[in-house]
């Protein structure tokens, strides 16, 4: 098939194709979750009583996992994901098993989120249904020692040491990709500690990205000053020889990030509006792409415009929609109108399967929940798609 009549072929708004994957159940649990979500007032309330039940170890942790947690995750552990992986591999979607236990700052917890790490990479590797992995910075390391050591403030012994050891659990999970022929991307977090991530990441990029991208960083087009940075990385792994692999994104933490400017009194380092956000993030893409001999990408993103934006540029420069340079990719339970019809189209689609202890993936499943009520039109449109195909089903019957 040539690439263009694909890229007509592909209908986001086929919703048959987008919930072939999801039973009638499965959908009228979203259509119900959307609808409450979307209110700003019953996700305060909810993320009060939920968090002030599991203190009390009452007995929420079951409808928790029916609704939210069913929702947004693959399972508790990696062997629980497994069902879902392989059923959105059915239709071609494959996943990225994201452990997404948050809120831990021991040095246990820590060692256990790369032990985890490690066994993601590992089964990525006799799986096809996984072909990247990924890890949070905070999930290896204290926030308060990245934001010293972002500050360039002098560490003490003590913290040299912890550093030493947050540096040490990067490079074993880098490592473990490289050996095994895996890749693994790091994301992105809040600006005032994505200097040292970026520094690191970047000196892995040196020592591993040589025949190949085995770890990514991830760059927020949210951020004015990112799309110069994606430049000075392209050259700085043009001069130094090595593949840069980026995922692009908008950025999770805009509200924060403006409140900390004005609250310190610094330049916000957010973009002035919506519009230069996205404009940012497609001129973004279009760099990428055009230099996809010695660059990799990952597009995180639920924006349909973009997603077309990406399908438009591939055309352009005559690549083909399964070449696995570039991956689309959306988060577990949102944006199935993009993964499933981009996937049936034949372009690689890879989506975000957060897993974990249902207690420990409450700040992750906080974040969605205000996500879809704060993200003008996301839950609108997922409420909509769903609506259409229950309705749609109900007709075929
Ligand atoms: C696979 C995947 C991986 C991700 N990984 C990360 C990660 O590592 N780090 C991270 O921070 N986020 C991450 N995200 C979340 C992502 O940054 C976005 O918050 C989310 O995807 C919404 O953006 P969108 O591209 O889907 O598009 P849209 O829904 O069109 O855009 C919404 C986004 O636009 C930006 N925006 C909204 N209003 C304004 C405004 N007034 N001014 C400027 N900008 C504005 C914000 O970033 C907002 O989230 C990831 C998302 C996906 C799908």
Same mark, same amino acid.
């Given at each position: 098939m040539r690439a263009n009549t694909r890229l007509f072929m592909v209908d986001?708004?086929?919703?048959?194709?987008?919930?072939?994957?999801?039973?009638?159940?499965?959908?009228?649990?979203?259509?119900?979750?959307?609808?409450?979500?979307?209110?700003?007032?019953?996700?305060?309330?909810g993320k009060g009583l939920v968090s002030l039940s599991l203190k009390l170890k009452l007995?929420?942790?079951?409808?928790?996992?029916?609704?939210?947690?069913?929702?947004?995750?693959?399972?508790?552990?990696?062997?629980?994901?497994?069902?879902?992986?392989?059923q959105m591999h059915q239709f071609g979607v494959m996943s990225i098993l994201d452990y997404s236990a948050e809120g831990n700052e021991s040095e246990a917890d820590f060692d256990k989120t790369v032990a985890i790490t490690l066994e993601t990479i590992?089964?990525?590797?006799?799986?096809?249904?996984?072909?990247?992995?990924?890890?949070?910075?905070?999930?290896?390391?204290?926030?308060?020692?990245y934001e010293k050591v972002n500050s360039g403030e002098p560490l003490?012994?003590?913290e040299q040491a912890e550093w030493d050891?947050?540096?040490?659990?990067?490079?074993?999970?880098v490592k473990t990709a490289y050996d095994v022929n895996a890749s693994v991307?790091? +994301?992105?977090?809040?600006?005032?500690?994505? $200097? *040292?991530?970026?520094?690191? /990441?970047?000196? %892995?990029?040196?020592?591993?990205?040589?025949?190949?991208?085995?770890?990514?960083?991830?760059?927020?087009?949210?951020?004015?000053d990112r799309l110069q940075y994606l430049k000075d990385s392209f050259d700085h792994a043009a001069e130094h020889g090595y593949y840069l692999g980026v995922k692009l994104v908008r950025g999770a933490y805009m509200e924060k990030e403006r409140a900390r400017a004005v609250d310190k009194g610094y330049i916000?380092?957010?973009?002035?509006?919506?519009?230069?956000?996205?404009?940012?993030?497609?001129?973004?893409?279009?760099?990428?792409?055009?230099?996809?001999?010695?660059?990799?990408?990952?597009?995180?993103?639920?924006?349909?415009?973009?997603?077309?934006?990406?399908?438009?540029?591939?055309?352009?420069?005559?690549?083909?929609?399964?070449?696995?340079r570039v991956f689309f990719s959306q988060l577990f339970g949102m944006s +199935?109108?993009?993964?499933?019809?981009?996937? $049936? *189209?034949?372009?690689?689609? /890879?989506?975000? %399967?957060?897993?974990?202890?249902?207690?420990?993936?409450?700040?992750?499943l906080f974040r969605r929940a205000e996500e879809n009520t704060s993200v003008a039109g996301q839950t609108g449109r997922e409420l909509a798609l769903i609506t259409k195909e229950i309705q749609r089903r109900r007709n075929a019957r």
């Open positions: 986001f708004s086929n919703t048959e194709i987008a919930f072939k994957s999801k039973s009638d159940g499965d959908l009228r649990r979203a259509w119900f979750l959307f609808k409450t979500v979307a209110n700003p007032s019953f996700v305060e309330f007995p929420v942790k079951w409808l928790i996992r029916k609704t939210v947690f069913n929702q947004f995750c693959g399972g508790v552990d990696i062997d629980d994901c497994k069902p879902v992986i392989n590992r089964f990525g590797n006799v799986n096809k249904s996984v072909p990247l992995s990924v890890f949070k910075p905070t999930g290896v390391g204290r926030f308060a020692l003490s012994t003590d050891r947050v540096r040490d659990r990067f490079y074993k999970i991307m790091v +994301d992105a977090e809040e600006s005032w500690i994505q $200097a *040292a991530i970026d520094e690191l /990441v970047r000196e %892995l990029m040196m020592a591993y990205n040589k025949e190949r991208a085995v770890v990514y960083n991830t760059l927020q087009m949210y951020r004015w916000d380092p957010i973009q002035l509006d919506k519009a230069a956000t996205d404009s940012d993030y497609n001129d973004a893409l279009d760099f990428v792409m055009a230099r996809l001999d010695k660059m990799r990408l990952v597009a995180g993103t639920h924006n349909d415009e973009s997603s077309r934006f990406l399908m438009q540029l591939l055309e352009k420069h005559n690549i083909a929609p399964s070449d696995r +199935d109108h993009l993964s499933f019809n981009l996937a $049936a *189209a034949g372009y690689n689609v /890879v989506k975000y %399967l957060p897993f974990g202890p249902v207690a420990e993936v409450m700040p992750y």
